[in-house]
């Protein structure tokens, strides 16, 4: 399953858009749509949005094969949601979370 394009502009809104590499809450670098550095990154001056929109449709890919993996059927927003949520605290947070171990358990309403 992939990211809608309506999940993908949740995201966007949520994280927005820096053109400039930027030190994160936490003081990771990061840019454009929430990009945190990793390992190989060249680091940009500046970049475009739609240079940003590549960037996060290429990050977005290992958080929708972890949520994938969870196992859960799920509908087009639940997944949308979880990819969000997943992007936001991580792949080893999301599959700590409460949210996963309750989408385990089949508890949908939880």
């Keep these: 399953m992939k990211t809608s394009d309506a999940g993908i502009e949740i995201i966007k809104q949520a994280e927005g858009f820096e053109p400039k590499p930027y030190r994160d809450i936490v003081g990771v670098l990061t840019w454009g749509y929430g990009h945190a550095q990793k390992a190989g990154d060249v680091i940009p001056a500046s970049l475009t949005e739609e240079e940003a929109c590549e960037l ?12 994938s993996g969870v196992g859960a059927t799920l509908s087009q927003n639940e997944f949308d949601a979880c990819v969000s949520l997943c992007y936001n605290i991580g792949i080893g947070g999301f599959l700590k979370s409460t949210v996963v171990k309750r989408l385990v358990a ?4 939880g």
Excluded: I, M, N, T
Excluded at 106 to 109: E, F, K, N, R
């Design 56 to 67: 996060l449709a290429k990050d977005l890919q290992r958080y929708e094969l972890a949520v």
């Design 106 to 109: 089949g508890d949908y309403d």
